[in-house]
């Protein structure tokens, strides 16, 4: 079955740890994103990539950093620098081409602050 | 700046009772509209993508509709398994044929009681 998987699915972050949340898609997508989800808000947008080896910034990219080295691949590192880490993450994908740009979500990572 | 304002925060509807969701946008200009249903602790689930005012599109018991101001999730008859939160999120067409900002909702709360 084509689609896109997230691990893990609880993950749990000590103070000054980075921490990365793998996400994987196999659906030929060449467009990727992470978002940020907290409660009673809309999702935020922290980096997206359109094409492998390239990314770019979003709306709430501080503490956050990425990388696109294959096309299947968009991992993002929580980086000790992200003082207020608790949320529920979700990746998506798309096509990439214009009016083929509905995105598809995962199942989302829960990170949690010990 | 984009901005996406979802109505009623929450709805409770009894088993066959039928009603509406707003979604509210203001877009310089609207590349496409997107409605999407999310179950607690799960990823979004993508439902719709509507194009330009006037367009309709139908999926079991759901039928979204767009004006150039406002989409309309219409749910007839619904059912318990129709309980979710439900988002709306527009994108804009600022980036020429690039990448367009996904902008969301804070979604709309919908339980239905059998």
């Known amino acids: 079955d084509g689609g896109i998987t997230q691990s893990p699915k609880y993950l749990f972050r000590k103070e000054g740890q980075n921490v990365t949340l793998s996400c994987e898609q196999n659906?030929?997508?060449?467009?990727m994103y992470w978002y940020r989800q907290d409660p009673g808000q809309g999702l935020r947008l922290i980096y997206y990539s359109q094409i492998v080896n390239d990314f770019q910034k979003g709306d709430i990219a501080e503490g956050y950093s990425v990388s696109r080295e294959k096309k299947e691949s968009f991992p993002l590192t929580v980086t000790s620098a992200q003082k207020n880490p608790t949320a529920f993450y979700l990746c998506?994908?798309?096509?990439?081409?214009?009016?083929?740009?509905?995105?598809?979500f995962g199942p989302g990572t829960r990170l949690l602050v010990l | 700046e984009d901005q996406v304002t979802q109505s009623p925060e929450a709805l409770r509807l009894q088993e066959g009772e039928s009603s509406s969701l707003n979604c509210s946008y203001t877009?310089?200009?609207?590349?496409?509209l997107f409605w999407y249903r999310q179950d607690p602790g799960k990823g979004p689930e993508f439902l719709f993508t509507?194009?330009?005012a006037g367009e309709e599109k139908e999926k079991e018991r759901l039928k979204a509709t767009l004006t150039k101001k406002e989409s309309f999730l219409h749910i007839t008859a619904p059912k318990p398994e129709d309980s979710a939160t439900y988002l709306c999120?527009?994108?804009?067409?600022?980036?020429?044929?690039?990448?367009?900002?996904?902008?969301f909702g804070q979604g709309t709360i919908l339980t239905v009681h059998p």
């Open positions: 877009v310089s200009g609207l590349r496409g």
């Open positions: 999120a527009v994108q804009d067409n600022a980036g020429g044929t690039s990448y367009g900002k996904l902008t």
């Open positions: 998506a994908s798309s096509p990439g081409r214009i009016y083929q740009e509905t995105q598809y």
């Open positions: 659906l030929n997508h060449d467009a």
């Open positions: 509507l194009y330009s």
